[in-house]
């Protein structure tokens, strides 16, 4: 099957499974290690912040991917090809396009430091905001004794999007507007119009608002006629998906909302989803029954039915764990400055596939220890990375 059919039959039968980074997350190592589990865990679109720096290495993590994505199969998980690599731009303000800042030498020295303890990206430490792990969910913000942090936004420049898009050889593009930026959203429109032919799928997100429906009709009438697949993402409570079971409440009754409307394309949830929202999907009968262990009939209730579902800051979170091991490990091997031990890991595909592999008391000095460089780490952080992505793929779709 080959790597253009493979994301978009995902699309058609209803088990389309994205990965979020992170329209402002740069923390390049855990971009890197992310992409790689989930991509041999059996993504089908991996979306990533509009930075070349980012984007290359995106790339770079879908390489190595390839290369030993037969090793993966092998132990039974569902890489079958690689996924599309999306990126997203904005029409106006928005929280996805944020950084947290502050002067950490105005703390009062006694503070608790409660936006240390919050930040579920690990952003934040005496120093201040780490601004490539923050990827401005905000949380933060609130919780300040002394509310000295502050959000600093941006908008993706129209000017420099068309040569942008063009140049990256990225397959997909996300554009996060919201109800009453119409303008804004034409003005973007017009500027990545002439390269859309390029692409292979156009998103768009949009949170809940009063005349959601008409806007996403509005907007519709723009991007028409279409060359590629569209995908609407219902945007239910952004960047809250590590937070618990009722975060997946907003974005499942906002898939409804779309759904009922009838628009031309494909519906996706996201904002808020985690390991709840494909059970809740099932009960309520919005995901197609050959994800179910028995055939389903089909309703009113369940058709038309959810495409997918796109997982952010619960998806980071799940792997957090083995990805804080590897950064303490390179910490102790670099305390240590020892020296990387070189084997390989084996693919039935070929005779062997080298790949550099260091035991747990080495690094590579000259770059940040790379998850397939620890295959134990490696296979763990796919299996987790699996156990939420099998939710969306049956036995019968793999």
């Not at 402002?24 to 720096?53: E, K, M, W």
């Not at 490990?329 to 080298?354: G, V, W, Y």
């Amino acid at each position: 099957m080959t790597e253009l059919y493979y994301p978009l039959q995902s699309l058609r039968e209803g088990h389309w499974f994205k990965l979020i980074c992170g329209a402002s997350f740069q923390h390049l190592p855990a971009i890197r290690n992310l992409v790689l589990a989930y991509t041999l865990a059996g993504a089908d679109c991996i979306d990533v912040a509009a930075d070349p720096a980012v984007i290359s290495t995106a790339k770079a993590a879908l390489k190595v991917a390839k290369e030993i994505g037969a090793a993966a199969r092998e132990r039974g998980f569902r890489f079958r090809s690689l996924p599309w690599l999306m990126v997203s731009f904005n029409d106006g303000e928005d929280p996805h396009f944020r950084k947290a800042e502050f002067r950490a030498e105005e703390c009062p020295p006694d503070c608790l430091r409660p936006c240390e303890a919050i930040c579920p990206a690990q952003a934040i430490d005496a120093s201040g905001v780490i601004s490539d792990r923050c990827y401005g969910c905000g949380r933060c913000l609130a919780v300040c004794p002394i509310q000295q942090i502050t959000a600093r936004s941006y908008v993706s420049t129209p000017a420099a999007i068309a040569p942008f898009v063009l140049q990256s050889g990225i397959d997909a593009i996300e554009i996060h507007t919201q109800v009453g930026r119409l303008e804004n959203f034409r003005r973007l429109w017009e500027a990545i119009a002439p390269w859309i032919s390029h692409l292979k799928l156009v998103a768009i997100s949009c949170p809940d608002g009063d005349e959601l429906i008409d806007y996403l009709r509005s907007l519709y009438e723009i991007i028409s006629p279409l060359p590629c697949t569209l995908v609407w993402q219902a945007d239910g409570r952004p960047m809250s998906g590590d937070i618990g079971i009722g975060a997946t409440r907003a974005a499942t009754k906002l898939g409804q909302k779309v759904l009922a409307a009838k628009l031309p394309g494909y519906i996706q949830l996201a904002g808020g989803t985690n390991h709840h929202t494909v059970p809740k999907l099932k009960r309520l009968g919005l995901l197609p029954s050959s994800l179910f262990p028995h055939p389903q009939p089909l309703t009113p209730s369940s058709s038309p039915q959810i495409a997918g579902v796109a997982y952010g800051s619960y998806a980071r979170t799940l792997l957090a764990p083995i990805l804080n091991q590897l950064e303490a490990m390179e910490m102790e091997a670099f305390s240590n400055h020892q020296k990387p031990q070189l084997s390989t890991i084996h693919s039935p595909d070929t005779a062997r596939t080298a790949l550099p592999v260091v035991s747990p008391m080495t690094q590579i000095k000259s770059q940040p220890l790379r998850l397939e460089e620890v295959p134990s780490l490696l296979w763990q952080a796919v299996e987790l990375a699996d156990s939420l992505v099998s939710q969306l793929k049956s036995p019968a779709n793999t």
